[in-house]
């Protein structure tokens, strides 16, 4: 079930566009919505006159808009904006806003290879599987130039496996996972990389330990049997289920 959350404030007539999302938001509910999804596009050039002027003539927050330009003059940083905002809203209880002033303090006073490394977790996280490759991809160009450790670069690629199969591309994500414990020789990426490569070419590596084998035997043995209560749609409904999207579908 999802959950409802009433609007308290005003909704706007005309949205305003964030271009990094492609999102209209209407109210500052929705400001505070993306907010806590998008953390890491939140520097300071996100708080700009544009939007101050939004929220002052569409949603009547003119004291709100008067306090991001007082912390802008004053060069305060992201979190502190964000506080200001989140509290005009009864959008979060008291400990989630705090919470969230936490994590992007925390984003803040870290290093580059940090704040990319904490952004594509949370994308992975987020089930933004597709993003998160791209920014773990950005780190392991960052790790050419710098030293890294080689447990880091090793979790990076495992971490890169993990988007990959569960976007279901399990050919890279075997490719991954190999490169991982090349670097980390963790047993997990080996592990994992045995499993996806049960995708790919549906045989077994007798190199790998045989409890891996047996875990990965059970778990397909019990697909196999949970598919085989699915029963499959009867004729009659399929005719049912025609006639009422030609129906929908003429609306």
Known sequence: MGELILCCGGIAALPYYIEDADLNIYSLEELCYYIENFPDRLDMD?????????????????????????????????????RVVLEESAYFEPEGRREIVRQLS??????????????????????RYAE???EYRKLLQQSLNQSFRAAEIG?????????????????????????????????????????A???????????????WKDQVREALRQAGEATKHIAAPREEQIEEWKKRYRVYSRQ
Request: hydrophobic content about 40%; proline content about 2%; overall charge negative.
């Open 155 to 195: 979790n990076i690629w495992h971490n890169m496996g993990v988007a990959a199969a569960r976007m279901f591309l399990y050919e890279q994500a075997m490719e991954c996972f190999e490169r991982a414990y090349e670097y980390n020789n963790n047993p997990e990426s080996m592990r994992e990389m045995y499993f």
């Open 106 to 127: 925390e984003i803040e006073h870290k290093d580059e290879f940090e704040r990319g490394r904490l952004k594509a977790d949370r994308f992975l996280k987020n089930h």
């Open 132 to 134: 998160s490759i791209l």
């Open 46 to 82: 996100f708080w700009n006159e544009e939007l101050c002027q939004w929220l002052a003539r569409e949603l009547s927050l003119s004291g709100l808009a008067a306090k991001i330009r007082t912390a802008k003059q004053e060069f305060a940083e992201t979190a502190e904006v964000v």
């Open 197 to 211: 490569r049960q995708y790919v070419f549906r045989e077994d590596d007798e190199k790998l330990p045989e409890e």
